[in-house]
Protein backbone atom coordinates (compact mmCIF):
# COMPACT_ATOMS: atom_id res chain seq x y z
CA UNK A 1 0.00 0.00 0.00
CA UNK A 2 2.88 2.64 0.75
CA UNK A 3 4.56 1.88 -2.63
CA UNK A 4 0.81 2.43 -4.34
CA UNK A 5 0.62 5.66 -2.62
CA UNK A 6 4.36 7.05 -3.36
CA UNK A 7 3.56 5.75 -7.13
CA UNK A 8 -0.02 7.59 -6.61
CA UNK A 9 1.62 10.60 -5.86
CA UNK A 10 4.61 10.91 -8.49
CA UNK A 11 1.50 10.74 -10.82
CA UNK A 12 -0.69 13.17 -9.74
CA UNK A 13 2.60 15.09 -9.65
CA UNK A 14 3.09 14.91 -12.68
CA UNK A 15 -0.20 16.09 -14.17
CA UNK A 16 0.83 19.64 -13.88
CA UNK A 17 3.90 19.18 -15.93
CA UNK A 18 4.68 21.67 -18.74
CA UNK A 19 4.99 18.87 -21.07
CA UNK A 20 1.52 17.32 -22.38
CA UNK A 21 3.06 14.06 -23.12
CA UNK A 22 3.30 13.85 -19.45
CA UNK A 23 0.41 14.50 -18.46
CA UNK A 24 -1.18 12.15 -20.43
CA UNK A 25 1.20 9.32 -19.59
CA UNK A 26 0.39 10.23 -15.82
CA UNK A 27 -3.20 10.15 -16.66
CA UNK A 28 -2.96 7.17 -18.58
CA UNK A 29 -1.27 5.32 -15.70
CA UNK A 30 -3.09 6.77 -12.57
CA UNK A 31 -6.20 4.44 -14.93
CA UNK A 32 -3.68 1.39 -14.75
CA UNK A 33 -3.06 1.53 -11.11
CA UNK A 34 -6.86 2.10 -10.16
CA UNK A 35 -8.00 -0.79 -12.67
CA UNK A 36 -4.90 -3.26 -11.82
CA UNK A 37 -5.17 -3.44 -7.60
CA UNK A 38 -8.43 -3.34 -5.87
CA UNK A 39 -7.52 -1.15 -2.98
CA UNK A 40 -5.57 1.52 -5.63
CA UNK A 41 -8.61 3.83 -6.55
CA UNK A 42 -8.42 4.97 -2.74
CA UNK A 43 -5.00 5.58 -2.17
CA UNK A 44 -4.97 7.96 -5.84
CA UNK A 45 -8.08 10.19 -4.26
CA UNK A 46 -6.16 10.00 -1.05
CA UNK A 47 -3.15 11.63 -2.88
CA UNK A 48 -5.13 14.70 -4.70
CA UNK A 49 -5.93 12.91 -7.91
CA UNK A 50 -9.56 14.30 -8.65
CA UNK A 51 -9.13 18.36 -9.16
CA UNK A 52 -5.71 18.12 -10.90
CA UNK A 53 -7.67 14.98 -13.56
CA UNK A 54 -10.55 17.21 -13.64
CA UNK A 55 -8.45 20.19 -14.36
CA UNK A 56 -6.52 18.17 -17.49
CA UNK A 57 -10.14 17.33 -18.53
CA UNK A 58 -11.00 20.83 -19.02
CA UNK A 59 -7.63 22.91 -19.85
CA UNK A 60 -5.17 19.91 -21.38
CA UNK A 61 -3.54 20.95 -24.08
CA UNK A 62 -4.03 17.62 -26.36
CA UNK A 63 -7.14 15.85 -27.16
CA UNK A 64 -5.26 13.08 -25.80
CA UNK A 65 -4.38 13.85 -22.72
CA UNK A 66 -8.16 14.60 -21.94
CA UNK A 67 -9.13 11.97 -23.04
CA UNK A 68 -6.68 10.29 -20.81
CA UNK A 69 -7.93 11.84 -17.81
CA UNK A 70 -11.78 11.34 -18.41
CA UNK A 71 -10.82 7.68 -18.59
CA UNK A 72 -9.12 7.78 -14.78
CA UNK A 73 -11.75 9.53 -13.66
CA UNK A 74 -13.97 6.91 -15.21
CA UNK A 75 -12.67 4.26 -13.32
CA UNK A 76 -12.08 6.11 -9.97
CA UNK A 77 -16.46 7.24 -10.05
CA UNK A 78 -16.82 3.55 -10.50
CA UNK A 79 -14.38 1.90 -7.29
CA UNK A 80 -17.38 3.43 -4.81
CA UNK A 81 -19.45 6.11 -3.17
CA UNK A 82 -17.04 8.33 -1.71
CA UNK A 83 -14.97 8.38 -4.96
CA UNK A 84 -18.00 9.56 -6.91
CA UNK A 85 -19.38 12.46 -4.53
CA UNK A 86 -16.22 13.91 -4.61
CA UNK A 87 -15.83 13.74 -8.45
CA UNK A 88 -19.23 14.82 -8.76
CA UNK A 89 -18.60 18.38 -6.85
CA UNK A 90 -15.79 18.71 -8.56
CA UNK A 91 -17.25 17.99 -11.60
CA UNK A 92 -20.08 20.25 -11.39
CA UNK A 93 -17.29 23.55 -11.20
CA UNK A 94 -16.47 22.38 -14.71
CA UNK A 95 -19.90 22.50 -16.65
CA UNK A 96 -19.86 25.07 -19.24
CA UNK A 97 -16.12 25.87 -19.00
CA UNK A 98 -13.65 24.97 -22.21
CA UNK A 99 -14.58 23.25 -25.58
CA UNK A 100 -17.34 21.64 -26.60
CA UNK A 101 -15.55 18.10 -25.94
CA UNK A 102 -14.20 18.72 -22.93
CA UNK A 103 -18.50 19.92 -21.96
CA UNK A 104 -19.10 16.20 -23.59
CA UNK A 105 -16.68 14.75 -21.18
CA UNK A 106 -17.54 16.55 -17.88
CA UNK A 107 -21.54 16.27 -18.46
CA UNK A 108 -21.26 12.25 -19.13
CA UNK A 109 -19.68 11.86 -16.54
CA UNK A 110 -22.20 13.57 -13.83
CA UNK A 111 -24.99 11.38 -15.89
CA UNK A 112 -23.25 8.46 -15.25
CA UNK A 113 -22.62 9.76 -11.90
CA UNK A 114 -26.49 10.10 -11.30
CA UNK A 115 -27.90 7.70 -12.67
CA UNK A 116 -25.46 5.06 -10.70
CA UNK A 117 -25.97 1.48 -11.06
CA UNK A 118 -29.37 -0.61 -11.03
CA UNK A 119 -27.94 -2.72 -8.21
CA UNK A 120 -27.88 0.32 -5.48
CA UNK A 121 -29.93 3.01 -6.45
CA UNK A 122 -29.56 4.98 -3.05
CA UNK A 123 -25.77 5.14 -4.69
CA UNK A 124 -27.14 7.35 -7.50
CA UNK A 125 -29.41 9.33 -5.28
CA UNK A 126 -26.53 10.02 -3.20
CA UNK A 127 -24.47 11.47 -6.09
CA UNK A 128 -27.52 13.29 -7.61
CA UNK A 129 -27.96 15.21 -4.01
CA UNK A 130 -24.49 15.96 -4.24
CA UNK A 131 -24.99 17.06 -7.69
CA UNK A 132 -27.60 19.30 -7.09
CA UNK A 133 -26.24 20.71 -3.50
CA UNK A 134 -22.96 21.55 -5.96
CA UNK A 135 -25.16 23.97 -8.62
CA UNK A 136 -25.11 22.76 -11.36
CA UNK A 137 -28.28 24.31 -12.82
CA UNK A 138 -27.44 27.66 -13.97
CA UNK A 139 -24.47 26.31 -16.23
CA UNK A 140 -26.87 23.02 -17.50
CA UNK A 141 -29.30 25.85 -18.45
CA UNK A 142 -26.45 27.68 -20.65
CA UNK A 143 -25.21 24.29 -22.25
CA UNK A 144 -29.13 23.85 -23.23
CA UNK A 145 -28.54 27.23 -25.89
CA UNK A 146 -24.92 24.95 -26.72
CA UNK A 147 -24.00 24.97 -31.02
CA UNK A 148 -23.37 21.32 -29.97
CA UNK A 149 -26.01 19.23 -30.46
CA UNK A 150 -24.17 16.33 -28.35
CA UNK A 151 -23.96 18.91 -25.87
CA UNK A 152 -27.62 19.96 -26.04
CA UNK A 153 -28.55 16.55 -25.42
CA UNK A 154 -26.36 15.30 -22.17
CA UNK A 155 -27.24 18.72 -20.50
CA UNK A 156 -31.24 17.67 -20.79
CA UNK A 157 -30.74 14.38 -19.66
CA UNK A 158 -28.88 15.09 -16.63
CA UNK A 159 -31.24 18.18 -16.12
CA UNK A 160 -34.35 15.48 -16.30
CA UNK A 161 -32.10 13.28 -13.91
CA UNK A 162 -32.37 15.79 -11.33
CA UNK A 163 -35.74 17.67 -11.98
CA UNK A 164 -38.06 14.93 -10.46
CA UNK A 165 -35.98 15.16 -7.04
CA UNK A 166 -37.45 18.13 -5.93
CA UNK A 167 -39.21 20.71 -5.76
CA UNK A 168 -36.29 22.69 -5.19
CA UNK A 169 -34.19 21.60 -8.16
CA UNK A 170 -37.37 22.73 -10.66
CA UNK A 171 -37.22 25.96 -8.75
CA UNK A 172 -33.45 26.12 -9.62
CA UNK A 173 -34.11 25.50 -13.28
CA UNK A 174 -36.96 28.22 -13.67
CA UNK A 175 -34.80 30.72 -11.54
CA UNK A 176 -32.19 30.34 -14.33
CA UNK A 177 -34.75 30.60 -17.03
CA UNK A 178 -34.73 27.15 -17.63
CA UNK A 179 -38.13 26.94 -19.49
CA UNK A 180 -37.30 28.93 -22.71
CA UNK A 181 -34.54 26.77 -23.88
CA UNK A 182 -36.09 23.89 -22.87
CA UNK A 183 -39.52 24.79 -24.92
CA UNK A 184 -36.85 25.27 -27.64
CA UNK A 185 -35.67 21.56 -27.46
CA UNK A 186 -38.95 20.91 -28.66
CA UNK A 187 -38.68 22.31 -32.12
CA UNK A 188 -36.38 20.19 -34.81
CA UNK A 189 -34.40 23.29 -35.64
CA UNK A 190 -32.77 23.54 -31.74
CA UNK A 191 -32.78 19.43 -31.02
CA UNK A 192 -31.91 18.63 -34.58
CA UNK A 193 -34.45 16.71 -34.72
CA UNK A 194 -33.28 13.90 -32.04
CA UNK A 195 -36.34 12.47 -30.37
CA UNK A 196 -33.95 11.59 -27.89
CA UNK A 197 -33.26 15.57 -26.95
CA UNK A 198 -37.16 16.17 -27.52
CA UNK A 199 -37.89 13.40 -25.00
CA UNK A 200 -35.65 14.66 -22.22
CA UNK A 201 -36.91 18.17 -22.62
CA UNK A 202 -40.61 17.06 -22.41
CA UNK A 203 -39.38 15.25 -19.03
CA UNK A 204 -38.22 18.48 -17.23
CA UNK A 205 -41.31 20.24 -18.71
CA UNK A 206 -43.41 17.88 -16.75
CA UNK A 207 -42.02 17.94 -13.69
CA UNK A 208 -41.93 21.65 -13.72
CA UNK A 209 -45.66 22.35 -14.72
CA UNK A 210 -46.31 19.45 -12.09
CA UNK A 211 -44.66 21.60 -9.27
CA UNK A 212 -46.10 25.16 -9.91
CA UNK A 213 -49.33 26.29 -11.96
CA UNK A 214 -46.67 29.50 -12.68
CA UNK A 215 -44.32 27.27 -14.40
CA UNK A 216 -46.71 25.74 -16.73
CA UNK A 217 -48.05 29.07 -17.97
CA UNK A 218 -44.27 29.95 -18.58
CA UNK A 219 -44.39 26.49 -20.45
CA UNK A 220 -47.93 27.79 -22.59
CA UNK A 221 -46.49 31.55 -23.05
CA UNK A 222 -43.13 30.11 -24.29
CA UNK A 223 -45.58 28.07 -27.41
CA UNK A 224 -45.13 24.71 -25.74
CA UNK A 225 -48.22 23.68 -25.76
CA UNK A 226 -48.49 22.94 -29.99
CA UNK A 227 -44.69 22.06 -29.81
CA UNK A 228 -45.70 19.34 -27.30
CA UNK A 229 -48.87 18.13 -29.39
CA UNK A 230 -46.27 18.89 -31.89
CA UNK A 231 -43.96 15.63 -30.75
CA UNK A 232 -46.74 13.87 -30.12
CA UNK A 233 -48.07 13.70 -33.42
CA UNK A 234 -44.90 13.45 -35.20
CA UNK A 235 -42.10 11.69 -32.58
CA UNK A 236 -40.34 8.38 -34.65
CA UNK A 237 -40.30 6.52 -30.89
CA UNK A 238 -43.22 5.72 -28.38
CA UNK A 239 -41.18 7.15 -25.91
CA UNK A 240 -41.19 10.92 -26.69
CA UNK A 241 -44.36 10.54 -27.42
CA UNK A 242 -45.38 9.43 -24.26
CA UNK A 243 -43.19 12.13 -22.54
CA UNK A 244 -45.19 14.58 -24.38
CA UNK A 245 -48.46 13.29 -23.49
CA UNK A 246 -47.13 13.41 -19.77
CA UNK A 247 -46.27 17.08 -20.04
CA UNK A 248 -49.44 17.86 -21.67
CA UNK A 249 -51.11 15.95 -18.51
CA UNK A 250 -49.36 18.22 -16.13
CA UNK A 251 -50.15 21.36 -18.37
CA UNK A 252 -54.12 20.04 -18.62
CA UNK A 253 -55.77 21.58 -15.52
CA UNK A 254 -54.92 24.92 -16.47
CA UNK A 255 -54.76 25.26 -20.59
CA UNK A 256 -57.18 22.52 -21.56
CA UNK A 257 -58.52 25.19 -23.94
CA UNK A 258 -55.08 25.73 -25.60
CA UNK A 259 -54.70 21.77 -25.78
CA UNK A 260 -57.74 21.85 -27.44
CA UNK A 261 -57.00 24.60 -30.11
CA UNK A 262 -53.75 22.50 -30.78
CA UNK A 263 -55.47 19.51 -31.14
CA UNK A 264 -53.72 17.62 -28.99
CA UNK A 265 -56.87 15.55 -28.40
CA UNK A 266 -56.85 13.30 -31.61
CA UNK A 267 -52.66 12.12 -30.99
CA UNK A 268 -53.59 11.84 -27.23
CA UNK A 269 -56.12 9.15 -28.07
CA UNK A 270 -53.61 7.36 -30.76
CA UNK A 271 -51.18 7.39 -28.37
CA UNK A 272 -53.41 5.34 -25.95
CA UNK A 273 -54.26 3.02 -28.67
CA UNK A 274 -51.01 2.02 -29.14
CA UNK A 275 -48.38 0.19 -27.25
CA UNK A 276 -49.66 0.21 -23.56
CA UNK A 277 -46.60 -1.61 -21.80
CA UNK A 278 -44.46 0.91 -23.57
CA UNK A 279 -46.25 4.27 -22.73
CA UNK A 280 -46.60 2.88 -19.27
CA UNK A 281 -43.39 2.25 -18.42
CA UNK A 282 -41.82 5.43 -19.81
CA UNK A 283 -44.19 7.98 -19.93
CA UNK A 284 -45.10 11.21 -17.43
CA UNK A 285 -48.73 9.93 -17.57
CA UNK A 286 -48.08 7.22 -15.18
CA UNK A 287 -46.19 9.48 -12.61
CA UNK A 288 -48.25 12.74 -12.66
CA UNK A 289 -50.09 11.70 -9.47
CA UNK A 290 -46.99 10.27 -7.99
CA UNK A 291 -45.75 11.54 -4.90
CA UNK A 292 -42.76 13.64 -5.56
CA UNK A 293 -40.18 11.52 -3.76
CA UNK A 294 -41.15 8.83 -5.89
CA UNK A 295 -41.77 9.85 -9.28
CA UNK A 296 -39.98 8.36 -12.10
CA UNK A 297 -37.50 5.90 -9.88
CA UNK A 298 -38.85 2.80 -11.94
CA UNK A 299 -38.09 4.66 -15.31
CA UNK A 300 -35.07 6.23 -14.42
CA UNK A 301 -32.43 4.02 -15.60
CA UNK A 302 -34.49 3.42 -19.11
CA UNK A 303 -33.70 7.13 -19.47
CA UNK A 304 -30.23 7.30 -19.69
CA UNK A 305 -29.06 8.44 -22.31
CA UNK A 306 -27.65 5.75 -25.03
CA UNK A 307 -24.27 7.71 -25.34
CA UNK A 308 -21.02 6.98 -26.09
CA UNK A 309 -18.32 9.14 -26.14
CA UNK A 310 -14.57 8.76 -26.35
CA UNK A 311 -14.05 8.10 -22.53
CA UNK A 312 -15.75 4.78 -23.44
Known sequence: MDDQSQIAKRLVGRLDHDDAG???????????????????PVVI??????????????????????????????????????????????????????????????????????????????????????????????MLVFQLCSESSRVKLLAVSLMATLSGDSEANVSEIAKYNGIKPLVALLEPEASGGDAETQRQAAV?????????????????KEGGIPLLVGLLRTSSTIEAKAEAA??????????????????????????????????ADTSSLTRAHAQPSRRRARSRASRRVAWTTKTR
Open 45 to 138: VNAGAIMPLVTVLSNGKTDEGRTAAAKTLHVLANSGPANQLAIAIGLVALLGAGTDQAQEYVTDLLLTLSTGSSADPTEAKHNRTAIANAGPFK
Open 22 to 40: VVQRAAHDLQALAKDHPGA
Open 204 to 220: VLADMARVQAAYGATVA
Open 246 to 279: GALLSLATEHAREMGEAGAIEPLVDLLKSDATAV
